[in-house]
C-alpha cells in the first residue's frame, strides 16, 4: 500500500507505531527465559521504542533492530548508537538469536511466513516473541470489521492463530492480550501530534493531510468505542 507524504509527516517523531509496554516486554523477556548477555533481534523495530525498553531491561544484550523504512534506522542510529540498526528485510535475519522480538510487524508479511523465517534464526534455545491484532469477539461490530477489513484483511481469531503458529512448528510457552496502557502508549502522543498539526492543515485547505489526520483520529475513536471487539495478542513460543 502506497503511504501518502502527510502519513509520514504525522508519524514522524512518534516513538512507536503499534501498541506496546514496558510491562508486557519484561513479562515475554523472563517467560522467554532470555539471558542477560542475550543477542536479541527487533523485527521491524519502527522508530525503536521497543529497543530502548529492551536496553533498559536487559543492558548487558547486544541489540539489532531491522526495519525496512530507513528513516526509522537512521533514528536509532542517532538516539541508540548501542544498537546495531540495519534497513533491512526482517524476514532475512542477521545472524542467530535468543530472542527475536517484534512488535506489530508480522501482519505485514503473514505471521506465518515471518515465523518461518525466523525460526531458521534462532540460537538452539530461543524463542520468538510477537504481537499480532486478532479478533476478540465472535461477533465483532459492523464498524470494526469495516475498518479491520481495510487494514488487515487477513486478520484472525485466536483458534486460528494459535493453529497458523503451530502449524509453522512452533510451541506457544506463553500468551496474554496486551492492555490498555499499551495501547495508549501508540494512540496518546499520535492523538497529541494529530491536534498540533490540524489547526495548520485546515487553515491552509490541505485535503490531503485532513483526510490523514481524519482516518488516524478515526482508528483512535473505534478503539475507544468498540475496541472490546479486537486486541493485539503477544505470543512467545519456541520451535517445537
Ligand atoms: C506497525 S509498525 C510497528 C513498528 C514497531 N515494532 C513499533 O512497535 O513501533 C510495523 C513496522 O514493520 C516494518 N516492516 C514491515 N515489513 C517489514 C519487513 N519485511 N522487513 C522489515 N521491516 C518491515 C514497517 O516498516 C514498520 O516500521
Redesign the pocket.
Known amino acids: 500500500m502506497d503511504l501518502p507524504a502527510s502519513f509520514f509527516i504525522l508519524h514522524s517523531g512518534l516513538k512507536?507505531?503499534?501498541p506496546?509496554d514496558a510491562e508486557s516486554l519484561g513479562w515475554a523477556l523472563d517467560l522467554a527465559r532470555t539471558p542477560a548477555r542475550a543477542r536479541i533481534l527487533?523485527?521491524?523495530?519502527?522508530?525503536g521504542?521497543?529497543l530502548a525498553l529492551l536496553s533498559d531491561l536487559r543492558p548487558g544484550a547486544d541489540l539489532v533492530g531491522?526495519?525496512?523504512?530507513a528513516p526509522?534506522i537512521d533514528r536509532i542510529r542517532a538516539e541508540q548508537p548501542h544498537v546495531t540498526a540495519l534497513a533491512?528485510?526482517?524476514?532475512v535475519p542477521d545472524g542467530q538469536f535468543d530472542l527475536i522480538w517484534?512488535?506489530?510487524?508480522a501482519y505485514?508479511?503473514g505471521v506465518e511466513v515471518a515465523l518461518a523465517a525466523w525460526r531458521a534464526a534462532l540460537k538452539p534455545q530461543g524463542a520468538v516473541a510477537f504481537s499480532d491484532c486478532l479478533w476478540r469477539s465472535a461477533r465483532p461490530s459492523t464498524t470494526a470489521q469495516a475498518f479491520w477489513a481495510r487494514e488487515y484483511p487477513g486478520m484472525c481469531d485466536l483458534p486460528g492463530h494459535l493453529a497458523k503458529v503451530e502449524a509453522t512448528g512452533f510451541r506457544v510457552i506463553g500468551a496474554r492480550w496486551l492492555g490498555d496502557a499499551a495501547w495508549q502508549a501508540?494512540y496518546d502522543p499520535l492523538e497529541a501530534r494529530i491536534a498540533t498539526l490540524r489547526p495548520k492543515a485546515e487553515a491552509e485547505g490541505d485535503a490531503e493531510m485532513i483526510a490523514v489526520l481524519d482516518d488516524n483520529q478515526a482508528e483512535i475513536d473505534l478503539w475507544r468505542s468498540h475496541g472490546a471487539d479486537y486486541g493485539y495478542y503477544l505470543t512467545v513460543a519456541v520451535p517445537a
Open positions: 512507536r507505531e503499534a506496546g527487533d523485527a521491524g523495530c519502527g522508530p521504542a521497543d531491522m526495519d525496512l523504512h526509522f533491512a528485510d526482517m524476514l517484534s512488535a506489530g510487524a505485514s508479511v501508540y
